[in-house]
C-alpha cells in the first residue's frame, strides 16, 4: 500500500507477461516498430513450450554436478590467495596465476607427490617461478605495449 492505496501495478507486472504488454504497445502505438527489443522477433518465431509464469511450480528435475575435478582445488587457491595480479584477458598466451598453480598441482601428482603434501608442494613451485619472473625485470619491461615508444605530436592530430 502507498498512501493508503493499493499498489495495483505489482500485480499487473506479476500476471501479464511482458511480451503481451509488448504488444499492446506495439498494437496501441504506444511503442514504434523500429524501438522494440531485438529478443521480439526472436520469441515470436520460437516460442516456448510452456508460457514463463511466475505461479508455476519449478520442475521436479535432478541437479547434475557441474563441476570440473581441478574445481575443489581452484577454489581452495582462491580463497587462500585473495589479491592476484590483474590479468590481460586479451592475452592467451598468458597463463594466469591459477592456471599455472593447476598445472604444478597435476604435474607434481603425476610425479607421485602424496595427495597430503601436494597442495603445499605446488604452492612451492608456483611461488618460486613467480620469484625467478620477479627478479628478471621490472613490470614495464615484461609488457611488450610498455617499451613503445608512443610519442605523440599534436600538431599531427589536427592536421586537415
Do not use: C
Not at 49 to 54: A, G, H, Q, S
Not at 132 to 153: C, F, H, L, M, Y
Amino acid at each position: 500500500m502507498v498512501n493508503g492505496q493499493k499498489n495495483y501495478n505489482v500485480v499487473i507486472t506479476k500476471t501479464v507477461f511482458p511480451l503481451y504488454r509488448l504488444k499492446g504497445l506495439l498494437r496501441s502505438g504506444g511503442l514504434k516498430e523500429e524501438d522494440k527489443p531485438i529478443w521480439y522477433d526472436i520469441y515470436e518465431a520460437f516460442p516456448p513450450y510452456y508460457e514463463p509464469k511466475f505461479d508455476r511450480p519449478a520442475p521436479d528435475i535432478p541437479i547434475r554436478n557441474i563441476f570440473y575435478p581441478e574445481d575443489a582445488i581452484r577454489a581452495r587457491f582462491l580463497k587462500e590467495h585473495t589479491s592476484l595480479p590483474a590479468v590481460n584477458l586479451s592475452d592467451q598466451r598468458m597463463q594466469t596465476q591459477t592456471q599455472k598453480f593447476i598445472a604444478a598441482y597435476y604435474k607434481l601428482k603425476e610425479d607421485g607427490v602424496p595427495e597430503e603434501n601436494l597442495y603445499a608442494a605446488a604452492l612451492d613451485v608456483v611461488n618460486v617461478a613467480g620469484a625467478r619472473k620477479a627478479s628478471s625485470g621490472s613490470a614495464a619491461s615484461a609488457v611488450p605495449e610498455a617499451q613503445k615508444d608512443t610519442s605523440i605530436n599534436i600538431k599531427d592530430i589536427f592536421k586537415d
